[in-house]
Nanobody
Framework: QVQLVESGGGSVRPGESLKLSCSVS????????MSWFRQAPGGFREFVAH?????????VYRDAVKGRFTISKDDAKNMIYLQMDNLKPEDTATYYC???????WGQGTQVNVSS
């Protein structure tokens, strides 16, 4: 059974940084497209970033986070990360990781950005 577990969320002030982690068990990040989504209170779940399978590890980002967020993965540790710098209040949300194929989701980790 594939399980994804996010961690690393917290409460920070605008301009600060957080690094989210997503640990995968029962499956492998190698050969999978791994993504981060987020859902703000009262909002819809939205795409944040993904990193594709393969040696190139191509990445795609939501426009609002380009230049501030960096997605990466460690095949050996079977984990993905989201480095979030220069956080803004509008980044406040629950962040989820996703794995395709299979469309597996974690339970989410909360990020709060406020002064």
């Amino acid at each position: 059974q594939v399980q994804l577990v996010e961690s690393g969320g917290g409460s920070v002030r605008p301009g600060e940084s957080l690094k989210l982690s997503c640990s995968v068990s029962g499956g492998t990040v190698v050969g999978s497209t791994m993504s981060w989504f987020r859902q703000a209170p009262g909002g819809f779940r939205e795409f944040v970033a993904h990193i594709m399978w393969g040696d190139m590890k191509m990445t795609v980002y939501r426009d609002a986070v380009k230049g501030r967020f960096t997605i990466s993965k460690d095949d050996a540790k079977n984990m993905i990360y989201l480095q979030m710098d220069n956080l803004k209040p509008e980044d406040t949300a629950t962040y989820y990781c996703n794995m395709i194929p299979g469309d597996y989701w974690g339970q989410g980790t909360q990020v709060n950005v406020s002064s």
